[in-house]
């Protein structure tokens, strides 16, 4: 179009006619009249803008705009600010239509027992979906993304296998108040020779083939005054929740890493390693940190991860 | 500066056309298009229509609801694909037809064709045939001018809401939106969208008219590229209408055909008339023109003066250019039968995704964070996230079982029964567990979601993987 006009205009490109130094002349070249419009009504809009949001530094502080006010809840008391992102994510998170929806679900989660939600697919869930959330957000660093822990450090949540208890109030109680584990090194209590026949006896528990005259002086010492291990492990090696002591009877391993090794000498210097330093793990309490229900969701999630236990 | 904006020097005004009315057979087919579009565009979010689920409107996308129904087909999110499907098909369908048969799409179905054609209608009704709109807009500015104006631009505005808002009744009960839309109650988008759409009608019909075909549509544009020799188009018979001499007006001398002939002259009369009817503004008599939307109301024109004159038909006609060059246009050849295939396999692959389509639609994922775990009976257990959507109507009540691994435990915790209302979306989680074997490795095995008291609905076989640890270790 722009092209067939110019050439119109007997081929010369238009000047504005103003003349410098007798013959320097300035093209003209007009914008479309589109584009000058579009360009009026961009002008217009920041204008109104100015008027309607906060725009213009005056002094120390800045106009706000006008019919603009948002109010929300802050620490319980109601704040009406004008219009600024932050308070329209407040907003948004208290009563945005997400919002409203998940905390009716919270509140059905608090009002409903746990064998009801654990009953409930679709409370389930909700309980999976906001669980894994709050997982990430608290718990995942020390025992993983999936609950799977981290052998010698960190408890696996993913087996059946619980320390201090897999029944879901046992789960509520340990991430409301925290867990202190703790086992004595028996560094200076045995000998060498004690060592390696408490070590074979451990081993004979959970099925391992070992020196069978060992193991049996190694019952001895465990059951016995010199070791004192069925204090804490029981005579049958079975643990205490109550204590937090270990099952040494299965197959699950969650300080020495005996599953880890291949050969026998292996896994005897795993769990040498584990008697002769001893244990002292901390896990925090997060009642502090955390709401009722959002422990009660946490409980269930990780007790549906794997090996939740009646 | 002011001076040279009022020169305009890089803007053309439109020049604008006065589109003459014209009767005959394209024009009647035309108007039959016309009255079976706006009556199936308008009266369609009023069909009413029997379902189980309580909605009873035959079209309604729902979006809330995120279901869009179509009779007795429910469509969800996970079929976004059909909409691709009949895209696809779409195109296919353009290529081919204007492969044949030119731009057919533009001249009789396009919506911009279709409401000009109303505009210019009302334009007629009310400030009348071709000369007399000519004369009122030369006209200065008086009640005449006025009251003929305004009420063409008021009727105009009338018909571009009554399409905004019907566009809008599509996606919300009609009865009910159109009370809300009149109470103020209807939601923010409805007025936008009729707003926006009342807007956009009235200066795409009304103001834009043939320069959105010309300027702004792509499809006028490529569908030029799709023409060959055979296509058939609106063409001027050259030879015929302008003979040795030239084409010429009735006069003395030249009224009969063999007192034409005889002085070496065309049949064209050059009465213009098939200039005047062209909404596009164009003289077909010269040659095909990209702005030609094949509306063919130059046929009807023509053929209405060759009939009064006694004279043969078709002087402009239907043809193409191996026609115009005597040959025979094929319709047999490589490009119609390619897009012709194409064009079928798409459509029988639509149909055949529709008709398979499931009212119980599952996914399953295995957890892979830990991807398995030993348990402290020595045995291992994987887990699985089981996606389920019920898409019908009715409860769905489901059972997750498996098969492919022997003597597998299937554990979904304290959950026991596992009912779908209509449209539920719901994501259990599953653990499966079995005896250490020697080998490790990826153990398929299928979960087999059977919908319970449902003979209508085949169990679905979801194929997974157990992750049996390594023999390595």
Same mark, same amino acid.
């Given at each position: ?310 | ?74 469509? #969800? ?92 009744? #599509? ?47 792509? #499809? ?97 006609? #239907? ?155």
């Amino acid at each position: 179009m722009s092209e067939q006009k110019t050439s119109k205009q007997s081929g010369a490109v238009q000047t504005t006619g103003h003349a410098w130094d007798g013959d320097i002349q300035e093209f003209n070249n007009p914008l479309p009249r589109w584009w000058l419009w579009s360009f009026y009504a961009t002008v217009l809009f920041s204008v109104i803008y100015w008027v309607l949001f906060p725009a213009w530094p005056v002094g120390k502080t800045y106009t706000k705009g006008v019919m603009n006010d948002i109010t929300y809840e802050l620490n319980g008391k109601k704040v009406t600010t004008h219009w600024n992102t932050r308070a329209l994510l407040m907003r948004d998170m208290q009563q945005g239509e997400d919002a409203v929806k998940q905390r009716k679900y919270m509140q059905k989660v608090a009002s409903l027992s746990f064998s009801q939600v654990l009953a409930n697919p679709e409370m389930m869930d909700f309980t999976r979906k906001v669980g894994k959330v709050l997982f990430a957000d608290n718990c995942a660093a020390c025992h993983g993304s999936g609950g799977q822990g981290k052998v010698g450090l960190f408890p696996n949540l993913v087996d059946d296998d619980w320390l201090w208890g897999g029944s879901i109030s046992d789960i509520q109680a340990t991430i409301t108040h925290g867990r202190q584990g703790f086992m004595p090194s028996f560094r200076t209590a045995f000998t060498k020779k004690q060592l390696d026949d408490v070590v074979d006896y451990v081993l004979s528990l959970s099925g391992h083939k070992v020196d069978a005259a060992r193991a049996a002086r190694g019952k001895r010492i465990f059951n016995g005054q010199t070791g004192g291990c069925y204090y804490c492990h029981t005579k049958a090696g079975t643990g205490m929740k109550s204590a937090g002591s270990a099952n040494l009877t299965d197959s699950i391993w969650t300080v020495a890493d005996v599953n880890g090794q291949r050969d026998l000498e292996g896994k005897r210097a795993e769990v040498r390693r584990v008697i002769l330093n001893g244990i002292s793990r901390k896990m925090p309490a997060w009642k502090d940190r955390l709401s009722p229900v959002e422990i009660k969701l946490l409980s269930l999630y990780v007790y549906d991860l794997g090996g939740g236990k009646k | 500066m002011a001076d040279d904006t009022k020169r305009e020097v890089l803007f053309e005004a439109r020049m604008p056309i006065y589109p003459r009315s014209v009767k005959g057979r394209f024009r009647r087919i035309k108007w039959a298009i016309l009255a079976l579009a706006y009556g199936v565009y308008f009266l369609l979010p009023w069909l009413r229509w029997e379902r189980p689920g309580g909605i009873d409107q035959a079209v309604l996308f729902d979006i809330q609801a995120r279901k869009f129904y179509l009779f007795n087909l429910t469509v #969800y999110p996970q079929d976004i694909f059909w909409l691709a499907g009949i895209l696809v098909i779409a195109a296919i369908l353009l290529f081919f037809v204007t492969g044949v048969a030119g731009r057919v799409f533009c001249g009789y179905f396009c919506f911009q064709t279709l409401w000009t054609d109303v505009f210019i209608l009302i334009e007629r009704i009310v400030q009348g045939e071709r000369p007399a709109r000519i004369r009122l807009d030369k006209m200065p500015w008086g009640p005449y001018k006025f009251v003929r104006k305004g009420l063409t631009h008021l009727l105009w505005l009338l018909v571009a809401f009554a399409t905004g808002l019907t566009f809008v009744l #599509y996606w919300g009960d009609a009865p009910t939106l159109l009370r809300q839309f009149f109470t103020g109650e209807a939601p923010f988008p409805a007025y936008a969208t009729a707003i926006f759409l009342t807007a956009t009608t009235y200066v795409m019909a009304g103001l834009a008219r043939e320069q959105v075909c010309t300027y702004m549509c792509p #499809y006028a544009r490529f569908q030029s590229i799709m023409f060959d020799t055979d296509t058939k188009i609106v063409a001027y018979e050259q030879a015929r209408g302008e003979g040795k001499n030239g084409r010429a007006k009735l006069g003395k001398g030249r009224k009969q055909l063999d007192e034409r002939h005889a002085q070496g002259l065309g049949d064209c009369i050059d009465c213009g008339f098939c200039v005047q009817v062209c909404p596009m503004g164009i003289d077909i008599r010269n040659g095909l023109q990209m702005q030609c939307t094949s509306c063919a109301l130059c046929i009807d024109a023509c053929d209405n003066i060759m009939d009064s004159l006694g004279w043969p038909r078709g002087l402009i006609r #239907y043809t193409s250019e191996a026609e115009q060059k005597g040959g025979k246009a094929r319709f047999w050849k490589p490009k119609t039968i390619g897009y012709g295939l194409v064009l079928l396999a798409s459509i029988v692959l639509l149909v055949w995704s529709v008709a398979s389509r499931s009212e119980l639609s599952v996914a399953a994922r295995q957890v892979r964070q830990p991807l398995y775990v030993v348990l402290s009976n020595g045995d291992i257990q994987n887990s699985y996230d089981i996606k389920l959507n019920n898409k019908s109507d009715r409860p769905m009540k489901i059972r997750i079982t498996q098969q492919g691994l022997d003597g597998a435990v299937l554990d979904m915790g304290r959950i026991r029964h596992i009912t779908l209302s209509p449209g539920q979306r719901l994501q259990v989680h599953v653990k499966v567990r079995m005896r250490r074997s020697a080998h490790g490795g990826q153990i398929p095995f299928d979960f087999i979601i059977q919908p319970v008291g449902r003979k209508d609905l085949k169990a679905r076989h979801v194929r997974e993987y157990f992750s049996m640890p390594g023999g390595d270790r």
